[in-house]
């Protein structure tokens, strides 16, 4: 299938908990699908996927609070702040039910609303997506980052935030290709510098990385907290797409969510690809898998 970037203009929104979220829209359909961008990254990086598939739904993809054109005026303690958001997004734009995927730290997000609105989710699809314990992270020694200084004193998180503050566009870039493209036949220069300046614009690193670490819906301890059994409350039907050479988070994350949801949800591998699925080389497979899903 031929991937066509469509170029989509950022609209905005305030928010009652005085945030105001930017997003992206296209298409004019009856049936709304919700696209929430993972870390290190915004909704700017859905529009090879959204010129896909708009011709089919009302595709709508928000920027996540502190991720480009949002607002931080509060900085995230959870999770669930994000999905307050959320709630608060769809009400504004008068919403009724909609389908939302989740790519990788999207897909908590994206979890933790199908668990506490289930009225308002018609289906779910989780891509690259980081598992139901959350992302483990360790420091340099292997332990546990359990709180939040303890990203504030990791060197990783910390050179990466110097990057951002730098921009350093260079660096940015050899990150961004050794992230998760798929390492050649990466997308044409302009597009790579649009993701660079995008990804600069991240004001909730630590903040997330720690709500990330913290999130855990399970039954089991994920050795930083105690599951909240949260994932058993998903009725909706689940669609679960991973690239089988993704290193950024690895397929046992959609195994793991997909034994939890046993027959709701279906998984699809997609051999030999990794972490960004939705760049202009890999958006069609990742739009057809979506449509036969949603149809």
Not at 53 to 81: C, E, F, K
Not at 154 to 161: P, T
Request: with cysteine; aromatic share 10%; net charge neutral.
């Amino acid at each position: 299938m031929e991937t066509t970037t469509l170029p989509c203009h950022i609209k905005t929104i305030p928010l009652p908990n005085k945030e105001t979220y930017a997003y992206r829209e296209a298409g004019s359909s009856q049936k709304t699908l919700l696209l929430l961008h993972g870390n290190f990254t915004t909704s700017l990086f859905f529009e090879p996927f959204i010129g896909q598939i708009s011709s089919t739904y009302r595709v709508i993809a928000p920027d996540l609070r502190g991720y480009g054109h949002t607002t931080y005026n509060t900085p995230i303690s959870s999770l669930h702040d994000l999905v307050e958001d959320l709630k608060h997004f769809i009400e504004a734009l008068k919403l009724d039910k909609v389908n939302i995927l989740g790519w990788s730290a999207g897909g908590p997000v994206a979890q933790l609303f199908a668990c506490k609105y289930p009225e308002l989710v018609e289906s779910l699809i989780l891509v690259g997506s980081v598992g139901c314990k959350g992302t483990m992270m360790k420091d340099a020694q292997g332990r546990l980052m359990r709180e939040k200084g303890d990203f504030e004193r990791c060197w990783v998180v910390l050179d990466l935030i110097g990057m951002m503050r730098a921009k350093n566009n260079r660096l940015l870039r050899w990150y961004l290709e050794n992230a998760g493209f798929q390492n050649k036949d990466l997308p044409a220069n302009e597009m790579m510098e649009k993701y660079v300046n995008e990804v600069k614009l991240q004001r909730n690193m630590i903040d997330m990385f720690n709500a990330l670490n913290c999130f855990n819906i399970s039954d089991e301890c994920n050795g930083i907290c105690f599951g909240t059994k949260e994932i058993k409350e998903i009725k909706t039907p689940c669609l679960l797409i991973h690239g089988s050479n993704d290193e950024n988070v690895l397929c046992e994350s959609s195994w793991e969510i997909k034994r939890y949801l046993d027959k709701n949800a279906k998984i699809e591998i997609i051999e030999g690809e990794r972490h960004f699925l939705f760049e202009p080389k890999t958006a069609g497979k990742v739009a057809k898998l979506v449509q036969d899903f949603l149809c």
